[in-house]
């Protein structure tokens, strides 16, 4: 299974941007998906995933109101809307894939088996 997560770039703060992830080898459907991001000197954190078909989304809390996480199964991707980005959403993001089929949505990275390459999201004040 190989993500291939998109969509970054340098914006405003305020701005907006749409991160994308494909996957091949394997069907995003029916596994659950999340995206995480780490900033220089920090650890990676949680943004947002979602349930194995889609009906729930988490966020976290500094996220939330602002990123959208959605899929499209017909097109085998995942993405996180990102709205209103400040300086402290500066980071890369990685999109992520649980390994068992109908597992549950997990905001802990090590539950997650397969990674993309990150996709660098930087917000300018």
């Known amino acids: 299974v190989q993500l291939q997560a998109s969509g970054g770039g340098l914006v405003q703060a305020g701005g907006s941007l749409r991160l994308s992830c494909a996957a091949s080898?394997?069907?995003?459907?029916?596994?659950?998906v999340g995206w995480f991001r780490q900033a220089p000197g920090k650890e990676r954190e949680f943004v947002a995933t979602?349930?194995?078909?889609?009906?729930?989304?988490y966020y976290a809390d500094s996220v939330k109101g602002r990123f959208t996480i959605s899929r499209d199964n017909a097109k085998n991707t995942v993405y996180l809307r990102m709205n209103s980005l400040k300086p402290e959403d500066t980071a890369v993001y990685y999109c992520?894939?649980?390994?068992?089929?109908?597992?549950?949505?997990?905001?802990?990275?090590?539950?997650?088996?397969?990674w993309g390459q990150g996709t660098q999201v930087t917000v300018s004040s």
């Open positions: 992520a894939a649980r390994n068992s089929r109908y597992s549950s949505a997990s905001v802990h990275a090590y539950e997650y088996a397969y």
């Open positions: 979602d349930t194995w078909s889609g009906s729930s989304t």
């Open positions: 080898g394997r069907t995003f459907s029916n596994y659950p």
